[in-house]
């Protein structure tokens, strides 16, 4: 009995096993939305003249929860990584000190800043040179 005609024969049906199967494919329908769309809630404004401005289309978005749980969970990982790693002396980190709702939103204002006016590094943005800084941002947060 010849051994390598009978390992052949075995592969080939183990390959008609695992071979894929080919089929045809039907297409999915497309369901009708039945559903109310558009905006659900309207914007309103906080100024006395009803005069809608955008930080009250960004606060619809970003409300105070989301604010709180921003600060909370940044809260919780600053103190997660003071707790786990060795940080050394002359570290800033240890200077750090919860941060709160008003430096949060002075946070994502400087980031909506630097999305708008996009300078080469970021240290720019705290320059005090008149070809690259930004006195809006320098005045608002402290870069370290």
Known sequence: ???ESENSGEEDADDKLNS??????QPESDAEFMEDYGLVEEVTSASRDNTILPIDCYRHF???EIIDLMVRETNRYAEQYLQ???ISRRSKSHQWKPTNDVEMLKFLGILIEMGLVQMPKLEYY???SQLYGSEIIRSTMARD
């Open 62 to 64: 970003i409300t105070d």
């Open 84 to 86: 786990t790693h060795d």
């Open 126 to 128: 705290w320059s005090n």
């Open 20 to 25: 894929p199967v080919w089929s045809e494919i």
């Open 1 to 3: 009995m010849d051994l």
